[in-house]
């Protein structure tokens, strides 16, 4: 089976940064996804790791460590309309020969002026 | 805007009744993948088909059921509603049908069940 587990909530404010902690326990783990979704939003593609280390994609930067069962979402330079939830999903290889998204409850991001 | 489509937006209907939702799949992507996203749990998985076909089962009750079209477009059938089955529901696309590649969503359905 999967566990994911991502902090509810958190606070920080404009111009800051912040990292949002994704912990993670799967069978066949072949790799992390990070999506943003707005309050009610369709949730959109952020970033993708699949080998150990830091992947960075402007503001945004992703880290796995595959090891640990660990992976960080690190937000620079915050801006108001990244108040969102930020969502950890892994993907794991099922015995059909197929692999599937699991995605965590979400962590809720109030970017403050 | 993803490329996704789905339809309708809203939907409120009452218990026992039976509803169909849509889904259109990004020009070129052959899986088609269900979620549900109710407030206190995230994204749960439903099902995935590609091309047509079944390729993967998650959280989907008994009451559901899915298809696929030759033209790619996707229905999701949720019968004998319950109150609980009050939810945001998703469809996603993406081009593989392994189920692990970038997966595009759609702006969802938001169904109410009273």
């Known amino acids: 089976g999967q566990n994911i587990d991502q902090p509810t909530e958190m606070t920080a404010t404009e111009g800051a940064i912040v990292q949002i902690n994704c912990t993670y326990q799967?069978?066949?783990?072949?790799?992390l996804f990070w999506y943003q979704q707005h309050a009610a939003e369709a949730p959109t593609f952020l970033s993708y790791?699949?080998?150990?280390g830091l992947e960075e994609k402007g503001r945004f930067s992703s880290f796995l460590s595959r090891s640990k069962g660990y992976s960080y979402l690190l937000l620079k330079e915050l801006q108001m309309k990244d108040s969102a939830s930020y969502l950890c999903?892994?993907?794991?290889?099922?015995?059909?020969?197929?692999?599937?998204?699991?995605f965590g409850t979400g962590t809720r991001l109030l970017v403050s002026p | 805007d993803s490329g996704v489509t789905q339809t309708p937006k809203h939907l409120i209907t009452a218990t026992g009744q039976r509803v169909t939702l849509r889904c259109s799949p990004r020009?070129?992507?052959?899986?088609v993948y269900w979620y549900q996203q109710s407030l206190d749990q995230g994204l749960q998985f439903l099902i995935q088909?590609?091309?047509?076909?079944?390729?993967a089962k998650g959280n989907i009750l008994e009451r559901f059921s899915a298809q696929q079209f030759p033209d790619l477009h996707s229905e999701l059938n949720l019968s004998s509603l319950e109150l609980g089955d009050s939810a945001l529901y998703f469809c996603?696309?993406?081009?593989?049908?392994?189920?692990?590649?970038?997966?595009?969503f759609g702006p969802g359905t938001r169904l109410t069940v009273t």
């Open positions: 996603a696309s993406s081009v593989l049908g392994t189920g692990g590649d970038e997966q595009y």
């Open positions: 799967t069978s066949g783990f072949n790799g």
């Open positions: 790791n699949v080998l150990d």
């Open positions: 999903a892994v993907r794991a290889h099922l015995n059909t020969g197929f692999q599937k998204l699991v």
């Open positions: 020009s070129g992507d052959l899986s």
């Open positions: 088909y590609y091309n047509g076909e079944e390729r």
